[in-house]
């Protein structure tokens, strides 16, 4: 007798073997149809696969998680296929799942353009109206060899040649085409659907090494459905509108060049958002009693080797000699010697030495130590992209030195910090996830035990949802991660928190207890941005250029009709500065309409306009960005309103409070 028990718990018995399908069609004839995999034991495997010992299963629709990645697994075979009818001669290498789709690297001669693409789509949908069996096959290694051999799949043959003797090796047939691959598979290729789609092809190495040869990359897409493909393909589209370099450029934000690879140049209105921001965190970060440093950005390498960044980080860190050889015989050869600097890839280690720095007592802690620290990281070329990921990048990074009985207290407190700055800059749907310990790190496994579960503390003590991530921690120490999604769905992931029992170690860093012993304090590494550079390009996207007032480079533009009112237009510019307005004015030459349409490109959020008659009045007409109405009203009455609508979030209180006092 065979018990499994299922995902709701309950327990199912079964006097012999059975598969995945006959398990499905033992519970319900529409879980049978629907069904495209089993998973035995927390491991998903093919329908067919046989359940012959107790166990834990769940049968795999392609509706859920588990599910969906099957299906564009699938995806990517089918593809292979579909490209191997219409192009003989081509060979097909690898095909992994990607986040919401999938790719195949091919090695052809000819490049693959867009007409093909349309043809091998075209194609891959007359392989799911074949619905041919999938049906897995074991192999031995040198019929598997020989196979591919005979058909002069070298790519293939070297994959084989990878996989341990002994271990089996699974093949994959459709129809008359096979793979070889670990699996699972759908039951048939009609069990994929066509809400797929291909989307375009790049250049890629074999293996992703340089010295290899360059095949072609097709890139896909794969849903459950019809809708589902249809509302990422119009997030696509949206994604497209909202690129923060396109607007950059169109807002004059900033630029970047190949002279200076993955660092931003600010221009004069991106970097008004720039201080906006910073000095919006720098009065939160007061508020929330923490002190601000400033640390160097050149340290020597035995600095990081004794933090244990020199190991884990070396690769990325941009290392330079301490002095300038005089010849090219003088120059040192490149090592782990003091006479190396490393610019800093983070500010942790330099928070530590300023903690160090004269005795410290259980009484001073917890002590909150900020920097807008300025880190360099050694990326590749194809990694830049924009302000999302950049060489040069400024943290709003903070340190809390702490006591082990401050853990929970102070971790709600970042918890609910982080959640008003990201409400007041308006992301409101925030997930939450408990990154454990990786495979590398620093640390013996009781610390990350007390570690991993003293942030599990925290978050139920905070009253946050939160999942595990497994294996996605730091290298010193679990983390938090906060996801937060934007106004199309995308999600980003900034802020984090760490629990850090290691470095202090490492670096020597103690506290007088209150029985006068010395003690290691325990270190949450903390942000809330992440990067500003990163962040400004994620409120680019989110806002579409359309930032709230109090953030918006321009905040009001003062355009006149004609110049009769060029005099009264300087004089509304006056006030305004006067007010504290970020304010541009235009006298130009040109049409109304043409200026509005400029000023609106720039995504201005006010366009305030002068005419004879607005001159004569004392009034001014408002027009607000996105909109075709617009108003008129007293100047004195618009700067009022202005003024108050641009407050930052964190004064607005303040300054109601004093109203009402008043």
């Not at 084989?160 to 994959?172: C, K, L």
């Not at 301490?322 to 782990?336: F, K, M, N, R, W």
């Not at 490393?342 to 259980?362: D, E, R, T």
């Not at 106004?487 to 992931?493: D, K, L, S, Y």
Request: charged residues 30%; glycine residues 6%.
């Amino acid at each position: 007798m065979i018990k499994l028990t299922m995902p709701d718990g309950s327990v199912r018995e079964y006097e012999k073997a059975i598969n995945g399908f006959e398990l499905a069609e033992s519970i319900s004839k529409s879980l049978a149809k629907k069904a495209v995999a089993v998973k035995i034991d927390g491991k998903i495997d093919d329908l067919c696969s046989q359940i012959d010992h107790d166990a834990r299963v769940e049968v795999v629709t392609k509706e859920s998680p588990d599910g969906l990645e099957l299906l564009r697994h699938d995806a990517a075979h089918v593809m292979a296929q579909a490209v191997q009818e219409l192009f003989p001669g081509t060979q097909d290498t690898i095909g992994p799942v990607i986040e919401n789709g999938f790719f195949y690297d091919f090695h052809r001669e000819e490049r693959f353009s867009e007409d093909d693409l349309e043809k091998i789509e075209k194609r891959m949908q007359e392989i799911v109206d074949r619905d041919e069996k999938i049906i897995r096959e074991v192999w031995s290694k040198d019929e598997a060899i020989a196979y591919f051999k005979k058909i002069g799949e070298s790519y293939k043959i070297e994959l084989v040649n990878d996989i341990p003797d002994g271990e089996d090796i699974r093949i994959y047939k459709q129809g008359d085409w096979l793979d070889l691959c670990r699996g699972p598979h759908l039951p048939s290729t009609g069990k994929l659907g066509k809400a797929f789609r291909l989307m375009r092809v790049s250049g890629a190495y074999w293996r992703g090494d340089a010295k290899n040869e360059q095949l072609q990359r097709i890139y896909g897409t794969a849903w459950t459905n019809e809708k589902e493909l249809k509302d990422y393909l119009h997030m696509l589209e949206e994604a497209e509108k909202r690129d923060h370099r396109k607007l950059g450029r169109e807002m004059d934000l900033f630029h970047l060049q190949e002279e200076a690879q993955g660092s931003v140049f600010w221009h004069p209105k991106g970097y008004r958002i720039w201080q906006a921001l910073e000095q919006y965190i720098r009065r939160r970060l007061e508020d929330a009693d923490y002190v601000e440093v400033k640390t160097p950005q050149l340290l020597a390498s035995k600095f990081w080797e004794q933090s244990g960044h020199w190991s884990k980080f070396r690769e990325n860190m941009f290392v330079v000699p301490d002095e300038i050889p005089s010849t090219e015989e003088d120059a040192p050869v490149l090592s782990g010697d003091a006479e190396f600097m490393a610019l800093k890839p983070m500010n942790c280690p330099a928070h530590v030495q300023i903690f160090k720095q004269g005795i410290k007592s259980y009484r001073d802690l917890p002590l909150r130590m900020a920097e807008f620290g300025c880190c360099h990281r050694n990326e590749a070329h194809g990694a830049l992209h924009g302000l999302m990921r950049v060489r040069q990048m400024t943290q709003d990074d903070a340190h809390i030195f702490c006591r082990e009985d401050q853990i929970t207290d102070e971790s709600v407190a970042f918890c609910e910090l982080l959640q008003k700055v990201y409400r007041d800059l308006g992301f409101t749907d925030i997930a939450v996830k408990l990154a454990t310990r990786p495979e590398v790190r620093a640390g013996e496994d009781h610390v990350w035990d007390k570690a991993e579960k003293g942030l599990e503390n925290a978050l139920n003590a905070a009253g946050l949802d939160f999942e595990f991530a497994p294996g996605e921690g730091a290298f010193y120490g679990p983390k938090l991660e906060f996801h937060l999604r934007d106004a199309i769905g995308r999600t980003w992931q900034c802020g984090t928190l760490q629990l850090d029992f290691v470095l202090p170690e490492r670096l020597d860093a103690s506290y007088v207890g209150e029985d006068g012993e010395r003690h290691r304090p325990v270190m949450l590494h903390r942000a809330v941005l992440g990067t500003l550079e990163r962040f400004i390009g994620i409120m680019i996207e989110n806002y579409e250029g359309k930032f709230p007032l109090w953030l918006a480079p321009v905040q009001a533009a003062v355009v006149t009709i004609t110049s009769d009112a060029d005099d009264y237009a300087q004089e509304v510019y006056e006030q305004l500065r006067a007010a504290g307005i970020r304010v541009e004015l235009d006298l130009r030459n040109e049409k109304i309409n043409y200026k509005v349409r400029e000023h609106s490109v720039a995504k201005v959020p006010v366009i305030l306009v002068a005419g004879r008659r607005e001159a004569e009045e004392r009034t001014i007409s408002v027009r607000r960005l996105g909109s075709k109405d617009q108003t008129v009203a007293p100047i004195d009455e618009v700067i009022a309103a202005l003024r108050e609508e641009a407050m930052p979030p964190d004064l607005a209180p303040a300054r109601a409070q004093a109203k009402a006092a008043e």
